[in-house]
């Protein structure tokens, strides 16, 4: 396990394989098994945020104060955390560490890491895809995370940081999420780490409506987009600290542009619900969120042009397969870094990657993950039926 950086389509990431009696022995499971990798993770998340300029004192008390929430919002996956700690064998404050990182980063004038997400609603036959770019230093310090069902939850498949209990996944009910960060005046540290969000979704969510719930009742303090899809529908939560707006394809709720009214919702890093753009930052001054959500607009158009052209994909209602959103998300030299690779030379804590490409078909409870880019080919894919 290394925390120096690896080129993202070179990893072959651990699968971490959970099929415990109930949720403290998965969580205890979770922490032995994947103690060296979550040590990896804390080393590297107290590198990063001495390089944001945040003290360790104020990692300490902001992680206890999300650890605080964390127990009145959800006691259950509070007892999980505490069991992964136990089986790993430390503090239950140094895995909340990495679990409230995205809360702890607020404390922190500026990130330099962004994603990019394409989803298409089709009753029956929603789809979406995403490339998850993060620090590119931290391409070997994430997971295939395969969890297993246990009494009053249900099994998921997806990804995860090492010592997350979750983050970007499909479950056996047929619900998935994806997650771009988003920073906006007033976050702060201290809220309901938005992994966590994730995590319940995944394990508790069986229907939209149900997730749609979680990520609302939860007290958050920091700033995120999770999408939300389903076979029927795929709903935007955009989440402004403690504010949380939904975009839905055809919101008039929403900044319009290539996606309005198509079927189509697209996603980087700057907001777009209106009601929340008052007091909306970027998330860096070199931030490229405006310029992929513009080069993604484009190639929808592009999509469509063709699509119609042919009699295929447009004709026969949007995208046939993920592969076709994969395709839009796919750039090149010259282009913006939708497909994001680290510029030659870059220092660390300056430099990103895209290290996964996701893509979720809920209808067919199908989910693939694959290190690196679309641009980097994909040769690492893993399919996962649920």
């Not at 998340?45 to 650890?67: M, Q, W």
Request: with cysteine; net charge negative; proline share 5%.
């Amino acid at each position: 396990m290394s925390t120096e950086y690896v080129p993202a389509a070179e990893i072959r990431p651990e699968t971490f394989t959970s099929r415990a009696s109930d949720h403290v022995q998965r969580g205890i499971q979770r922490g032995r098994e994947l103690a060296t990798g979550i040590a990896s993770a804390i080393t590297g998340y107290r590198r990063y945020f001495e390089v944001l300029s945040i003290s360790e004192a104020d990692v300490r008390a902001a992680a206890a104060s999300s650890h605080a929430r964390l127990q009145a919002w959800s006691p259950v996956a509070a007892e999980e955390v505490a069991a992964v700690a136990e089986g790993a064998k430390i503090p239950v404050g140094e895995l909340m560490e990495v679990i409230a990182r995205t809360e702890i980063m607020t404390l922190a004038p500026a990130s330099a890491t962004e994603c990019s997400t394409v989803s298409f609603t089709r009753p029956g036959g929603s789809l979406a895809a995403q490339n998850w770019d993060w620090a590119a230093d931290f391409s070997t310090l994430w997971h295939i995370n395969d969890v297993g069902a246990v009494p009053g939850q249900l099994r998921h498949v997806g990804i995860a940081e090492y010592g997350m209990l979750g983050k970007i996944g499909l479950n056996e009910a047929g619900v998935g999420v994806l997650l771009n960060i988003l920073k906006h005046e007033g976050d702060e540290a201290g809220g309901v780490p938005i992994h966590m969000i994730l995590e319940r979704v995944l394990s508790t969510a069986r229907t939209l409506e149900e997730a749609l719930g979680i990520i609302h009742s939860a007290p958050t303090t920091s700033s995120s987009i999770i999408t939300v899809v389903t076979a029927d529908e795929v709903v935007q939560v955009e989440i402004a600290n403690a504010e949380k707006r939904e975009r839905r394809a055809g919101d008039s709720g929403a900044v319009p542009g290539a996606d309005s009214g198509s079927g189509f919702l697209l996603h980087t890093n700057h907001f777009l619900h209106l009601d929340l753009i008052p007091g909306s930052l970027e998330l860096n001054a070199t931030s490229t969120s405006r310029a992929r959500q513009a080069h993604l607009e484009q190639r929808l158009e592009d999509f469509s042009i063709q699509a119609e052209a042919s009699g295929g994909a447009e004709a026969s209602g949007g995208p046939e397969s993920t592969a076709d959103l994969i395709d839009i998300l796919t750039t090149g030299p010259g282009e913006a870094p939708v497909s994001c690779t680290p510029e030659p030379g870059a220092a660390y804590g300056d430099r990103s990657a895209t290290l996964v490409t996701v893509q979720i078909d809920p209808a067919r409870k199908q989910i693939d993950l694959a290190p690196g880019s679309p641009a980097d080919g994909m040769q690492g894919n893993r399919r996962y039926q649920l």
